[in-house]
């Protein structure tokens, strides 16, 4: 493979498009800091000066024009930590199903896991901001961390190629004291409710109404069951006194789903 890019970086309309960096001259700091994360010598600074680049800095008067933010090294950082972590997640667990391997996939690069890696290599530290911007804020913001952590994976893949793309994630993602933590962690509630209805042949359960269900809660409005596909009447105590005050104990009334409704489901209010 490290041939193949070769070959494909050598090619004059692709290399153009490589070598446009940003304009921002890289800072003595920024310089020894990629340095000692790389451990060699540094090849064209300008696609790590970019990926250090948070997308405040572009729209700041004071930046020189042609300044580019990490955003589109983030894509490419984020299509090459996936295909590492999945050629490692399938050479590592030979017995696992691909459900479970997408599942510990998603644990290792969803943002608040990447953000915990970038924390350890302090990218935070260096990142080039905009002078209006909120530094203290930002500079530990999951979401700013886990851009500049996948950003920097890309502008490593374009200057050394996928072998020093593979090192870095090898030392600071899967090497990482937290690798096999967030790989035995059940934390994916909607993976283990999917997986529930499947083994209790139920229908598959309808997440987006879980964002209604606070909203529920609170106005006293019915709200179903992702799993039973039942509506229960919720709302504040005040307003369930109210309820159970009109309706006889013990008696409940039920409306039965419309025939053209796919899921069979029925509404009850007790």
Known sequence: MEQLWQKISALPIFSAELKTGSALTATPESI??????????????????????HRSAVHDPSTPLNTHSNQRLEFLGDAILGLVITDYLFRELPDSPEGELSNTRAKIVNRKSLAGFARSIKIGDHLILGESADHAKIRVSESTLADALEAFIGAIWLDRG???????????????????????????????????????????????????RAQSMK???????????????????REKRMQNSTLPPKQCSTLKAYPEEKRAFSWRLC
């Open 32 to 53: 020894e800091f990629v340095s000692r994360l790389l451990g060699r010598k540094l090849g064209d600074m300008r696609f790590y000066t970019t990926a250090l680049t």
């Open 162 to 212: 996928i072998s020093a793309a593979t090192s870095f994630i090898n030392e600071h993602v899967i090497e990482h004291r937290r690798f096999n933590t967030l790989i035995t962690a059940e934390n994916n509630h909607k993976s283990r409710l999917i997986e529930h209805t499947q083994a209790l042949h139920l229908p598959p359960p309808d997440t987006a109404s879980y964002r209604k």
């Open 219 to 237: 106005n006293g409005s019915p709200s179903r069951s992702a799993a039973t596909g039942k509506f229960s009447a919720e709302g504040s105590p």
